[in-house]
């Protein structure tokens, strides 16, 4: 039987993943995640949840080629929609923007009653994430920065619970920049955000350039205090 191989962000997703675990798989991808916790004897069923026909079938046919048809269910449906009728312990939900995330949980909330753990992989915007996270009272448990292919990702995990427990006072900071990562600071945490303040740099200079108003003043200080956090964490 062919292994399954992993990208190194997926690994690392699939390592927050409890033993036993009855896994959802919010836009599988080929349900590559669920073949490999199944295989690997981490989870114990999943579902791969696809919101297009396409990705559904090449789901199905991965399941197939490694005989996972009795612990995998490939399900068509929008988001969280996958799980309305089973109860799963875990949700993934990877590879996808910080908005569009906290837009399916937002969507599908009425459906995670069973849900114990949430394991979030956005590409961008984890703040959003985060925000989501404390709105809903889900508290943020583990968060991980890694590099891959030049691409820098996050994740986050959250179980229900006091959703401030993590946070101090400066709050916004640490939605956006990440409570746990603040403390951990990995040459990936400090890369992504060297290229953040390069880029919040820039915008201040066009910023500058333009005739003043009181949204672009806004905009302006929302701009400085950013950089502010950022060269307060790396210098």
Excluded: C
């Excluded at 919010?26 to 579902?47: M, Q, R």
């Amino acid at each position: 039987m062919a292994e399954i191989k992993l990208s190194k962000r997926l690994e690392k997703v699939a390592s927050f993943v409890d033993k036993e675990a009855y896994v959802a798989d919010i836009g599988s991808d080929h349900a590559y995640l669920p073949v490999y916790l199944i295989k690997n004897e981490i989870a114990k069923k999943a579902i791969a949840g696809e919101v297009n026909e396409g990705p559904l079938q090449s789901a199905i046919k991965q399941v197939k080629k490694h005989g996972l048809e009795n612990k995998i269910q490939p399900r068509l449906g929008s988001g969280l929609s996958v799980i309305k009728g089973e109860a799963p312990d875990t949700v993934v939900i990877a590879g996808m923007g910080g908005p569009l995330i906290s837009q399916i949980l937002e969507e599908g909330k009425e459906n995670l009653e069973a849900v114990r753990k949430l394991i979030l992989q956005p590409n961008v915007a984890a703040d959003s994430v985060r925000r989501w996270l404390i709105e809903n009272e889900w508290k943020l448990t583990q968060e991980a920065i890694m590099e891959e292919d030049g691409h820098i990702y996050e994740i986050l995990t959250a179980e229900k619970g006091d959703p401030l427990a993590l946070y101090s006072e400066n709050t916004e900071k640490e939605i956006w920049l990440g409570p746990l990562l603040l403390k951990e600071k990995n040459s990936a945490f400090k890369k992504k955000w060297n290229r953040e303040l390069r880029q919040l740099e820039n915008i201040r200079i066009q910023l500058d350039k333009a005739s003043d108003s009181g949204e672009l003043l806004d905009r302006k200080k929302e701009v400085e205090k950013k950089a502010g956090w950022i060269k307060e964490e790396l210098t």
